[in-house]
Nanobody, 121 residues
Framework: QVQLVESGGGLVETGESLTLSCAVS????????VTWYRQAPGKEREFVAR????????SYSVSAKGRFTISRDIAKNTVYLLMNSLKPEDTAVYYC??????????????WGQGTQVTVSS
């Protein structure tokens, strides 16, 4: 069973940086698609960034592009989200999601518990 543990959240000021970590156990990250989502109070969960299994291609939301970088360390089985130039509107609980596809369908799917990011103005 795949389990995810996010860490690295905290309280920062506008313009500062944070690196979130998503430690994966029970499944390899190298062939899985790992996605970061966030959910602000009173809002729906939204996509932030994704790194695809195998090809390691990345994609970002409009708000994240140019400021955030997703990466993974296969040896540590961990996916990171480096967030630069943080803004108050980035304040949210950040979640990582793990999907492993077999034959085009999701074979494994797991979510972490989330980590709080608060950006003060």
């Amino acid at each position: 069973q795949v389990q995810l543990v996010e860490s690295g959240g905290g309280l920062v000021e506008t313009g500062e940086s944070l690196t979130l970590s998503c430690a994966v156990s029970g499944g390899p990250t190298g062939i899985a698609t790992v996605t970061w989502y966030r959910q602000a109070p009173g809002k729906e969960r939204e996509f932030v960034a994704r790194i695809s299994g195998g090809s390691s291609s990345t994609s970002y939301s409009v708000s994240a592009k140019g400021r955030f970088t997703i990466s993974r360390d296969i040896a540590k089985n961990t996916v990171y989200l480096l967030m630069n130039s943080l803004k108050p509107e980035d304040t949210a609980v950040y979640y990582c999601n793990y999907e492993r596809f077999v034959g085009g369908t999701v074979d494994q799917d797991a979510w972490g518990q989330g980590t709080q990011v608060t950006v003060s103005s």
